[in-house]
């Protein structure tokens, strides 16, 4: 047991933000389960070929993304003192894959160096403070919807994760966009272990039982491995055919050790797609890669550390700088290492759910990443369905923030309204942000208290325009 007033406890502020080490230790055990999915999606994604015919490499993509995820967690932990875990962000990854695919002449070094340029325009805002001043000068009813829209945004990702909730194919006749589970219905044991661990969570977090997220991890987890072992269930999709009765993504199975590949790290190229593409065409892209790393990481910021607790009656959070460095550092790290740009994850709400209050937190999520590049049996034995339910319950958690907006000041009340509706909506914290923000701006300004709005505010809007506009500026200069 750890003393009140010891050195540990004076560092991370333990006792002082409510918790304890085993809080620490089950919260960073928790987010490790709900994010270690990147190690096994993020090489799926980046699977391609690029114009030269060459692949980053399956192994090296997944011992690379567990490496950078653990360096640049720990150092989250240990500098900035949150309990924010960092990955591969879904979003730019697909992004950067898309990107390499469909512009001749681009390889994977010159769209990371893209990346790495991003990362290191970021970290020269943060330390001019810009990026500081454009979250302080965000309205607290907007920050509030943040909150809110990462809540739907986390629960969504579970129910799709789990299976329970999936798209329906664009064919003819289709008048939804997703459904309940496959052609209307639950179908398979994938499906039922959510359902199960779903209900177990609630159950434990009614009866306020200590480690319940957790709790509901690992006991769905047992359930699958029995499942899996005793009904060879198989994944979803098998890189031939669709199962709808499968395990999504990870099928429960132990791997064996594997020493880790990590000759991705310094093959970037900086100034290649200048080479290649020609500056305009490569700085729209550096441009679009640095708005939605930008955006994200304040979206998901906000959002943890409020339910969290550690924002500040004047609606601060303590350390943000740091927090806001190594963000952009999880740039540079991931460019530079060819597994695309690294952010504050989403599911660090997870460990924040179980009790989380502290950088202690993720330093044993960051140390769990490295384990995870040598044994990846932790990976692989945790499919979706087993850590679905905990983003459901977590979504709930935050979504709880909504009663905070002022619903009868439509000049705040709509903002937030388009913010937490699109984030869930297209999959995009940055596209919630970004309608929020100039909506905001825009409706000042019809209600004549234009005077009202910080000029930071009319900034960031003026950047969204641009960023929403990037398709027709594209086209116009024949980049399609």
């Known amino acids: 047991m750890l003393k009140q007033g010891s050195a540990l406890d004076r560092y991370f502020k333990i006792s002082e933000r409510g918790s304890n080490v085993s809080r620490e230790i089950r919260g960073g055990f928790a987010t490790f389960f709900a994010m270690s999915y990147i190690v096994v999606l993020n090489p799926l994604i980046l699977s391609g070929p690029d114009s030269s015919g060459a692949t980053l490499g399956f192994a090296a993509v997944a011992a690379v993304t567990a490496f950078a995820a653990g360096i640049l967690t720990i150092l989250m932990g240990a500098w900035a003192k949150h309990p924010f875990a960092l990955a591969t962000g ?11 695919a469909t512009n001749p002449g681009l390889t994977w ?111 769905a987890t047992i359930l699958s491995v029995i499942l899996e072992f005793t009904l060879k269930i198989g994944p979803s999709f098998d890189g031939k055919t669709y199962n709808p009765q499968g395990w999504s993504l990870v099928a429960p199975q132990f791997s064996e050790w594997a020493a880790p590949d990590l000759s991705l790290i310094g093959k970037a190229n900086p100034f290649g797609a200048f080479e290649h593409l020609g500056f305009v065409a490569a700085t729209l892209l550096a441009f679009v890669i640095l708005l939605s790393i930008f955006f994200d990481a304040m979206g998901t910021m906000v959002g943890l550390a409020t339910e969290a607790g550690s924002i500040d009656k004047d ?15 999880g740039a540079i790290v991931g460019g530079g290492a060819s597994v695309s740009s690294n952010q504050i994850f989403v599911e660090s709400g997870a460990g924040i759910g179980e009790g989380a209050r502290t950088g202690l937190a993720s330093i044993v999520t960051g140390l769990l990443f490295l384990v995870a590049m040598f044994f990846t049996p932790l990976i692989n034995l945790v499919p979706f369905e087993a850590v679905a339910p905990a983003l459901v319950v977590v979504g709930f958690m935050m979504v709880s923030q909504v009663g905070k907006i002022d619903w009868q000041d439509l000049g705040i009340a709509i903002p937030a309204f388009l913010t937490f509706t699109l984030m869930p909506f297209t999959y995009s914290i940055a596209n919630g942000l970004g309608a929020g923000f100039i909506s905001f701006v825009l409706i000042r300004t019809f209600q004549g208290r234009a005077r009202e709005v910080h000029p930071l505010m009319w900034a960031v809007a003026a950047a969204f325009l641009l960023f929403f506009a990037i398709g027709p500026i594209e086209a116009a200069l024949g980049m399609h």
């Open 315 to 329: 609606g601060n959070i303590p350390n943000v700088d740091r927090v806001l460095q190594v963000d952009a550092l």
């Open 109 to 219: 070094p010159d769209m990371m160096g893209l990346v790495v340029l991003s990362g290191v325009t970021m970290l020269i805002l943060v330390l001019t403070g810009f990026r500081t001043a454009v979250f302080k000068a965000v309205p607290e009813g907007l920050k509030t919807a943040i909150v809110v829209g990462i809540g739907l945004f986390i629960a969504l990702i579970g129910l799709v994760n789990a299976g329970f909730v999936r798209r329906i194919p664009d064919v003819a006749g289709t008048t939804v966009p997703v459904g309940l589970g496959f052609d209307g219905k639950l179908v398979g044991w994938p499906t039922l272990v959510f359902v199960l661990g779903l209900i177990l969570t609630i159950a434990l977090v009614v009866r306020k039982v200590k480690g319940a997220i957790l709790i509901g991890i690992i006991a």
């Open 90 to 100: 879904l979003g730019v990854n697909a992004f950067v894959a898309v990107t390499v």
